[in-house]
């Protein structure tokens, strides 16, 4: 068994100013544990300088679906890539919703961040009115079917352990504090691992799937010790070396 990876995504927050302290912090690593940090696109490669060498991977938050070309205001797979990134979050719910991203979308990006060499993090996860009508398998599901490419698959990164990664966030527990039940977590996990199986055969059994909303010190424990919780996807408290490392610190090891 890998040890579980805590992906932090700090959204549209960090400045230059504090990248040394939180790079100081985090810069011994952690042992059996996979970290990982996605600032906004300007800050991955100043991170990942400040990191060094440190066994901390960098990530982005989003990429365009083309290699290149003419698409003002968008990032490209192979500039994070040369920036220093080996990971990038893709279908977040606040891209799906504030962007309109399809999933169909959000596949051709996953095709194209494989192919500049970065390890994609899909995210899925139903709305509040979704989960109260019961459809909260049924959306993740098709957002499964929709956004994952068939390279998913087969992904491997050189230096790297991980292959896709898959990361559930409930939409109505992202930043408002509210999680769902251990036991709602440990189902939606369950149902998205036998979702990945039939879509990916034996890719599937291993690849990690994240829990991802209001996660915290003070519930990473309990939500990490979950079945098929592979790690977290951490948001607001990914900002504070502190509270990131106690959340790792709470992570299941190798």
Not at 15 to 34: C, H, K, P, Q, S
Not at 177 to 185: A, I, N
Not at 219 to 248: C, H, M, Q, R, T
Request: hydrophobic content about 45%; some cysteine; charged content about 20%.
């Amino acid at each position: 068994m890998m040890g579980q990876l805590i992906a932090g995504n700090w959204k549209m927050n960090g400045t230059l100013a504090g990248l040394d302290a939180f790079a100081a912090a985090l810069r011994a690593g952690m042992d059996g544990v996979e970290l990982l940090v996605c600032p906004p696109a300007p800050l991955v490669g100043p991170l990942r300088t400040a990191l060094g060498d440190a066994p901390v991977a960098v990530g982005g938050q989003d990429c365009a679906a083309q290699r290149s070309g003419a698409h003002t205001g968008d990032i490209s797979a192979d500039l994070l890539a040369e920036l220093g990134a080996n990971h990038v979050i893709l279908g977040h719910s606040e891209r799906r919703a504030d962007h309109q991203e399809s999933s169909s979308l959000v596949r051709e990006k996953a095709r194209t961040a494989i192919a500049a060499g970065l390890i994609p993090i899909i995210c899925v996860g139903e709305t509040e009115a979704q989960r109260d009508a019961g459809e909260a398998e049924t959306v993740v599901r098709a957002q499964l079917a929709g956004s994952l490419p068939d390279e998913f698959a087969g992904l491997t990164v050189p230096g790297l352990t991980a292959t896709g990664v898959i990361a559930y966030e409930p939409v109505w527990a992202i930043g408002t504090g509210k999680t769902p039940t251990e036991e709602d977590v440990a189902d939606m996990h369950a149902s998205i691992r036998a979702a990945l199986r039939r879509q990916l055969g034996a890719a599937g059994e291993t690849m990690r799937i994240l829990y991802g909303g209001s996660v915290k010190p003070s519930n990473a424990a309990s939500l990490l010790a979950l079945p098929e919780v592979g790690g977290a996807l951490v948001g607001g408290a990914s900002l504070k070396a502190n509270d990131f490392l106690a959340i790792a610190s709470a992570a299941v090891r190798d």
